[in-house]
């Protein structure tokens, strides 16, 4: 029997702005046996200062420093701390809203087979918090397989590899051998390996994270070369991960199909929202791995026989968005003068 119900693992880096809210906002909505696990990971600024001002007498929170080495390693050392029956893993700039700890134990006593817990969860501006948008959207309810539920979030466009979209059974994690590990796109692998290692899930109506969009985040800054290799080299992991897990039902094959189409897009927008050209590994990428692939309409047709000229296409639409965001942008600024 655990000691806990939930470990909420937050790994922090230079967040002193964001990261009382974040905390704050865990204490005031979970209840029960939980506890907050704070991995600092040698931050430079104030970050160590407010968590020991606020939290170093708060029962559930527990804080410790570590030498830097990204948010990788950083939660991978909450996992060897957490004595928590199941994982969330909540980054420090973002928050909590709703009781996931309530649905989470009621989920248990009436499917204590559960190893996968989902909700859906929402993006807000950081200088506009009525700005929200929706993130991971969640169309599968209730008790199903991991593999149906990242077969329905790959089939609706919002699946994303991020750790904070689920909470997980510990022991899951630990029979399986699940690592972050890396600097850079460190949760692909995991978060494939929750969904394809889950054979029992549960998956909320609720909206319970709420993502922070900030300027000067990774998420919003201009990325190099190196980000869009690491990137491609972790989808390349996953695809091995993939294939060598699953087995040739027909739900395997569809979500082989629906991952490789999600991340061929994605890597595309990747580039093309940044301003860049998409790498030609990428597109060599599509080509060679896009041939087992039988389309069903010409759109991916011409993503997957034609990469070159799907991305030209997509180039003037993605010309067009900017565009129109930049103008709004714009108006809203002359606006408030």
Known sequence: MSEYLLSVIV??????????????????????????????????????????RFYR????????????GGAGLARDRGVALARGEFLFFCDPDDIVAGDITAELAEVLRAQPETELFCFSSQMFAEENRADVRPKVRHT?????????VLSSLLCNGS????????AVKRS??????LRFEKRQHEDHLFSLGVFLHSQQSWVSRQVYYHQRIRSGSLTNSHKGNDYFYQRYDAF???????VTT????????????????????????????NGTAVPKYVLDAIRFLGREIRPVNFKEWLLLKSPEVFVRFQQYKVGREVKSKHNSEKAARSLSL
């Open 172 to 177: 899951l994690v630990m029979r399986h051998h």
């Open 246 to 273: 699953l087995d040739k039902s027909a739900l395997s094959l569809r979500v082989r199909r629906e991952y490789l189409l999600h991340s061929f897009r994605l890597m595309i927008y990747l580039s093309l929202y």
């Open 159 to 166: 699946y994303t590899s991020a750790a904070w979209n689920y």
């Open 140 to 148: 599968l309810w209730g008790v199903s397989s991991g593999i149906e």
């Open 11 to 52: 790994p922090t880096y230079n967040v002193e702005r964001y990261v009382q809210a974040c905390i704050d906002s865990l204490l005031g909505q979970l209840s029960g046996k939980f506890e907050i696990i704070i991995v600092n990971d040698s931050s430079t600024d104030d970050t160590l200062m407010v968590l020991e």
């Open 236 to 242: 390349m992991h996953s695809w091995h991960k993939m």
């Open 57 to 68: 007498e708060v029962p559930q929170v527990r804080i410790e420093t570590v030498v830097n």
